[in-house]
């Protein structure tokens, strides 16, 4: 069994190779169809924002088991590594401006870091928005292989439309062994 030392220095330079092959992806993307990927989508999403209801700013995400914030594609841009312990990140949707449109996906590039396949799971919480809640979700399970690749998490889900969504809204990504190294919101042409 390899020592954490030797997994992350795994884990580093797969990151690194990843970058160097997804700048081209990113830009190969743009003329096909899907948004520009924005780097610093999971800053966005886990920076400071203000919660109305507590009338001041809140973080964006939180973490919860055996996840810990790491480098992402690049060694300034955020990412998140899901030990063997498992654990979660909990993301505010109102730090996920897709979540107010209708219909809403969200794609994550991450890949197993363990020896073997893992699983990815998504739930969403609308949060107190009573009436003006979206349909509810059922949560998913998504495989997450050795190689590091796209995949959606939420296709065409229903989002608040006009409503800001409530502070306590939130995106749970559950995982063990497993590397986010981003998020994008897909173009609705794709």
Aim: net charge negative; charged share 15%; aromatic share 8%.
């Amino acid at each position: 069994m390899a020592d954490s030392g030797s997994r992350h220095a795994v884990t580093r330079a797969r990151t690194a190779a990843l970058s160097v092959g997804l700048g081209v992806t990113a830009l190969a993307a743009t003329g096909c169809g899907v948004e520009k990927m924005q780097p610093g989508f999971l800053e966005t999403a886990c920076g400071m924002q203000y919660d109305y209801y507590a009338s001041q700013p809140q973080p964006g995400c939180t973490l919860s088991g055996d996840v810990q914030q790491v480098s992402g594609l690049t060694a300034s841009d955020l990412g998140f590594h899901f030990g063997p312990g498992g654990g979660s990140i909990f993301f505010r949707l109102t730090g996920i401006l897709a979540s107010q449109t209708t219909p809403w996906s969200l794609e994550a590039l991450a890949a197993a870091s363990g020896d073997a396949p893992s699983q990815m799971k998504r739930a969403i919480a609308w949060g107190t928005c009573g009436i003006y809640c979206p349909t509810a979700v059922p949560e998913g399970t998504y495989d997450v292989d050795a190689e590091a690749k796209w995949q959606y998490l939420a296709q065409d889900l229903p989002g608040y439309g006009s409503e800001t969504p409530p502070s306590d809204g939130v995106l749970r990504l559950t995982a063990a062994d497993v590397d986010l190294y981003e998020l994008r919101v897909p173009s609705p042409l794709e």
